[in-house]
């Protein structure tokens, strides 16, 4: 069979070379029957080929790949006769390196079955934290012959695609072309861990050493060690891996096994012994950040806190090193430890490292530190820094922290965690905790050196939301305490002041509410402050609504600031307010304000309402409808405008003011000269008055416009006829 193709099977199945060709011309019938035998076996019938492949060995086949095809199957059906066949091919020259690969194999297998019974009385009762093995490109491929490395090259090929199995065919084909080269069958052991076959595994690593032994190599130690480790993760293996990579050099494995070697040393109860491993791994690679870590994690384990702070003194960027130096301020209580968390947080909430990496390292190192650290918080502040509102809650239950700055930080992050929409009475606990805390000076002080929250959280931000949160509760009483507080520690910030003043006039304390209120404005004023006097004088609003004198004060204030909106705002409620007494023409008054207001600003969606408003107030003031009609012709409101007029004429007419319905029957008409109905009013408005010579020619007007209506030209004539009698 060529190279390239391959007998599927297990591990033992190994491709064919090509037949034997020192077959005579009588012995084609039994050449027959081994080809017969060999397609049986590939399809797995063993039974099916035992006979074919005796008879032709009785009846005196030379070809050795019978004696070699009949000694793999009753060798690995225990048959001992399976051996003797298999020694008898090795002189063959072309199927001897594979008669001595099948007994090199079936070897392996007893030393397998020996390895995993010994091995079994040393298997821990849990496995050591070692994860799967990672089967990379083969490492020694430039070593091999050309042949050879195709057919690993292929097999690499096949590992990267997943197809391990096939991967283990190719290698062991690549044994029987090249037996003597040991890393193809330190391959093939990793590939049996790969595939979950650890006895073979066990067993093959056995045989490589015992052959490196025999030529004196050792640079299969470590990948073996590896083999060995991963096949049977006890604890003198994964320490004898650790070591190996250690005396390497290797710092991609050490940074893998020496780890998981200190785990299991600890997991056995073997402290001292994690020590020791972590001191040899940081004496071997003191650049290394992470063997630095675990150095200083051990060393605290230990208790040797000082020689720990020695390692730490120079903290570098990375997240590894950050931890260390972390660890050491927490176990001392150093002020050092609020910035290096803060400064973890920051690079994992800007993703400049990796979150639950970083998270990982601080669990590991908190697991070491006595109770009463700080530890709690700062896992709680990294957690919070990166999103894990539910970790926050785990890292705090149940802390008791040791001192207010603890405190004051555990409150803060329970408060963050929470969220702005958590019900206030999850909220007020830590919330009333943080801002008594921030009381003191200690902790203002911690406040003022340390940004651990974004927004900060101050006296004030905590001041103010527990004081919302009060009032929205109904504990004015509890709210008023804090804004007072407030007041003590910020006495220039007058918004406090002006909290305090109007929750004292929800309390039912009105004048007094005003009385501190009226102060606080006039010292603004005097000060310069117009702005802040402005608020103070909506807050006396907001108290006492329906006083009036302070809301036309307010309007005057609103004007000289410029804050027309607010004006005109304040001049439609004053407005409600006297027409609720009766005091029309006030009402009046400040709507006329109101309605120039708007008309400035051009804000006609409140121009119309203000003008309804008034004409409701007096629906038969003239002059009301007359400034109407000219707002609303300003804004292009022509309909609007006519409709006002027109009650003009209506108001007018009743009052028999004859002038002013002629007035505003012009006006009508200037507005809509093609609308016929105000001409037909002026001309019998006029010629009622007496005015025929107008009145003429008013129809006179109606005569061009509807010219084939004979009753106008009938009008006309009839007062041209008048007015040529009164002449």
């Known amino acids: 069979m060529p190279m390239g193709e391959r007998t599927p099977g297990t591990v033992e199945h190994f491709d064919e070379p090509a037949p034997t060709r020192s077959v005579s011309g009588d012995s084609k019938r039994l050449r027959a029957n081994i080809d017969r035998a060999a397609a049986l076996l590939a399809d797995g019938r063993e039974d ?60 392996a297998h007893a030393d397998g079955r020996a390895a995993a019974r010994a091995q079994s009385r040393q298997w821990p009762q849990t496995g050591a934290p070692i994860g799967p093995l990672t089967v990379g490109p083969f490492p020694h491929a430039d070593r091999l012959p050309p042949t050879v490395a195709r057919v690993m090259a292929e097999a690499d090929a096949d590992v990267a695609r997943g197809r391990l199995e096939s991967a283990l065919d190719l290698t062991v084909y690549a044994e029987t072309l090249a037996p003597e080269v040991l890393s193809l069958f330190v391959r093939h052991a990793e590939l049996l861990v790969a595939r979950q076959h650890p006895a073979k595994a066990l067993a093959l690593a056995a045989t490589i050493r015992r052959l490196a032994a025999l030529r004196g190599e050792t640079e299969h130690d470590l990948a073996l060690a590896r083999v060995v480790a991963h096949a049977s993760p006890t604890l003198d293996n994964m320490l004898a891996l650790a070591r190996a990579a250690l005396a390497a050099g290797d710092a991609t494995l050490s940074n893998t096994y020496v780890p998981a070697a200190t ?101 590991d190192v908190a697991a070491v530190l006595p109770e009463g650290t700080a530890m709690p918080v700062l896992r709680a502040l990294l957690a919070l820094a990166v999103g894990d509102s539910r970790e926050v809650t785990t890292r705090l239950a149940g802390f008791r922290p040791a001192d207010r700055v603890s405190a004051f930080v ?103 509410a005003l009385a501190q209120l009226d102060a606080l404005r006039a010292q603004e004023e005097a000060a310069g402050r117009h702005a802040e006097a402005e608020r103070t004088l909506e807050t006396m609003v907001r108290i006492a609504p329906n006083h009036l004198p302070l809301r036309e004060r307010l309007v005057e204030i609103h004007l000289k600031r410029g804050r027309l909106a607010d004006a005109l705002r304040e001049l439609f409620t004053l407005a409600q307010l006297v027409e609720r007494h009766g005091r029309t023409a006030e009402a009046i008054a400040h709507l006329r304000r109101a309605g120039e207001i708007a008309t400035l600003t051009g804000d006609w969606e409140k121009v119309e309402p203000i003008y309804d408003y008034m004409i409701r107030l007096a629906p038969d003031d003239i002059g009301l409808r007359h400034a109407a009609a000219a707002t609303f012709v300003q804004h292009g409101r022509v309909a609007e405008a006519k409709a006002q007029l027109q009650e003009v004429v209506r108001i007018a007419g009743a009052q028999e003011d004859y002038d002013e319905v002629i007035a505003a029957l012009h006006q009508i008409i200037a507005l809509d000269p093609t609308d016929l109905a105000p001409y037909h009013r002026l001309g019998e408005v006029l010629a009622a008055v007496g005015e025929y010579g107008q009145a003429e020619r008013v129809y006179g007007r109606l005569a061009q416009l509807a010219p084939d209506d004979p009753a106008i030209k009938a009008k006309q004539a009839a007062l041209a006829a008048l007015a040529r009698g009164h002449l």
Request: glycine letters at 8%; aromatic letters at 4%.
């Open 48 to 107: 099916d080929a035992i006979p074919l492949l005796r008879s032709a060995i009785d009846a005196g086949y030379p070809g050795a790949d019978a004696r070699v095809l009949l000694g793999e199957v009753l060798l690995r059906r225990g048959d001992p006769n399976g051996r003797t066949l298999l020694e008898d091919a090795t002189t063959d020259a072309t199927w001897g390196a594979r008669a001595q690969a099948s007994l090199r194999a079936a070897g």
């Open 263 to 363: 785990a299991a040393l600890l997991e056995a109860g073997d402290e001292p012994g994690a020590l020791d491993l972590a001191r040899e791994w940081h004496a071997q690679a003191p650049g290394s950040p992470v063997a630095r870590l675990t150095y200083v994690r051990e060393l605290l384990r230990s208790g040797q806190v000082t020689e720990a702070a020695t390692l730490t003194q120079d903290a570098g960027s990375d997240p590894a090193s950050i931890v260390a130096a972390l660890a050491v301020a927490a176990a001392t209580g150093a002020e050092a430890q609020w910035s290096l968390i803060a400064r973890l947080a920051r690079d994992a909430a800007a993703g400049r490292v990796d979150r639950i990496e970083a998270q990982r390292l601080l669990d």
């Open 410 to 512: 555990a409150a803060v992050c329970t408060i963050r965690a929470l969220g702005p929409d958590a019900d206030a009475a999850a909220v007020l606990p830590p919330l009333r905790a943080a801002f008594d805390l921030a009381a003191h000076p200690d902790v203002a002080t911690f406040v003022a050196e340390h940004s651990l929250f974004e927004p900060p959280a101050t006296p004030a931000s905590l001041g103010e939301r527990l004081a919302t949160l009060l009032v929205e509760r109904g504990e004015i009483h509890e709210a008023l305490a804090v804004y007072q507080r407030l007041l003590t520690q910020y006495p220039d910030t007058h918004q406090y002041a002006r909290a305090h003043a109007e929750l004292v006039g929800r309390a039912g304390k009105m004048a007094d």
